[in-house]
């Protein structure tokens, strides 16, 4: 069965950090960009930042720049979205996404996570 599968969020302090991750079965992540986005109470969802397939490439919303970073490893078929320097407005719930570089119609989504940072 093809599916993400999300982990790691909860309530944390300004100021603190969390990780989650977003595990592959059923499929190989190797040929896949990773992106995450976020959805807080009321507003549309955002894009957070993304990693490339193979090189580690990323790249991020200037909003988590500097404080955010994504990481994927094609071996352990899981990537991550490590937070730190949480502040208030990054409660939301996250999401994970996948997309095959040749094959975009092969696109997943995570069922998302909720992250609520306290000040």
């Known amino acids: 069965q093809v599916q993400l599968v999300q982990s790691g969020g909860g309530l944390v302090q300004s100021g603190g950090s969390l990780t989650l991750s977003c595990a592959a079965s059923?499929?190989?992540?190797?040929?896949?960009?990773m992106r995450w986005y976020r959805e807080a109470p009321g507003s549309s969802r955002e894009w957070v930042g993304g990693i490339a397939s193979d090189t580690g490439g990323t790249n991020y919303a200037d909003f988590v720049r500097g404080r955010f970073t994504i990481s994927k490893d094609n071996s352990e078929n899981i990537g991550y979205l490590q937070m730190n320097d949480l502040k208030p407005d990054d409660t939301a719930v996250y999401y994970c996404e996948v997309r095959h570089v040749l094959r975009p119609e092969n696109n997943y989504w995570g069922q998302g996570t909720q992250v609520i940072v306290s000040s």
């Open positions: 059923g499929f190989t992540l190797g040929m896949y960009i």
